[in-house]
């Protein structure tokens, strides 16, 4: 199959050039709010695993507590 010269209205050329930068700018719009959903996340699981230490910790001393006061 041989190639055939394409031929464009220029008007929709530079139609089909801003529909293309638009396109582009939600794309790296798109891929920077994927970031920092990312670095949010990181910070929340972060967060919740310290809590959760907290928790398990205070937990101990509660079962510490409880052994030594019904003995």
């Known amino acids: ?4 010269p394409l031929f464009v209205k220029i008007d929709k050329y530079k139609e089909l050039t801003k529909v293309l930068a638009a396109v582009d700018e939600k794309l790296r719009e798109s891929s920077e709010l994927l970031e920092r959903l990312d670095t949010l996340k990181e910070q929340e699981d972060a967060q919740l ?3 959760r230490a907290s928790l398990d910790d205070v937990r101990a001393r509660s079962d510490e507590l409880h052994s030594h006061l019904f003995k």
Do not use: N, Q
């Open 1 to 4: 199959m041989e190639a055939a």
């Open 49 to 51: 695993a310290a809590w």
